[in-house]
């Protein structure tokens, strides 16, 4: 899918019949969503006398937020493209010992591959959550509840991801390489709800004492 395609485009492509974009590059998307609420909280910090004493911090942060957001955008047709090659090592021909054991070994390489994309959207949903709680916390107070759905959108592309990563590692036989993307799945998961309801609570308590 073409990164600049269009938001009814790619909405057209995920509720057509193929099976991609999906889950995966959705997730991908909401990542992005983060990234993006996160740099416009810190554009709308940045040059405010108000908010003198964390300029410097805003910009920095708002250059990290940009770049995480291309790296999700990224995201979003790698993770389509894995899939497409998993079907590719499923539709290999299966007549003998020998075609069935190359079609066997190809499904299991692109499926590990494929589980690989969705780990990544994790580990960057990670890096988001500690940017949008800088905002979160020193940002303009007027734009904290959108600090708010930074972190909501992370963590549901944290979510949503680890659901694809399960969904590949359930169809593979190594049990070496699945213990291990289940651990760092799993961790992963965790620190994020973590981090996502300590946001959800600096923003809680900003937005009280602004009344």
């Not at 057509?16 to 997730?27: D, I, L, Q, R, T």
């Not at 590949?168 to 651990?183: H, T």
Request: glycine content about 8%; proline content about 2%.
């Amino acid at each position: 899918m073409p990164q600049r395609k269009t938001l009814q485009g790619f909405l057209d492509d995920v509720a057509s019949a193929s099976p991609a974009p999906g889950g995966g590059s959705v997730a991908a998307v909401a990542g992005a969503l983060g990234a993006a609420l996160t740099a416009m909280v810190c554009r709308l910090t940045i040059g405010k006398k108000k908010y003198a004493d964390v300029q410097e911090e805003m910009r920095e942060v708002q250059t990290q937020a940009e770049h995480l957001r291309e790296l999700f955008t990224g995201l979003i047709a790698k993770d389509a493209h894995a899939f497409e090659k998993v079907m590719e090592a499923f539709a290999l021909p299966k007549v003998g010992a020998a075609q069935q054991a190359l079609r066997s070994a190809a499904v299991t390489e692109a499926t590990k591959e494929a589980t690989l994309v969705p780990l990544e959207v994790m580990r960057h949903c990670i890096d988001g959550h500690a940017l949008v709680q800088k905002v979160a916390a020193a940002g303009n107070i007027h734009a904290v509840s959108d600090a708010g759905v930074g972190a909501i959108m992370f963590h549901a592309a944290c979510e949503a991801a680890a659901l694809n990563v399960k969904i590949n590692l359930a169809s593979l036989q190594d049990a070496e390489f699945v213990g291990w993307k289940n651990e760092d799945m799993q961790s992963l998961l965790n620190t994020s709800r973590a981090m996502a309801e300590e946001t959800q609570e600096m923003v809680a308590a900003r937005m009280a004492g602004s009344t």
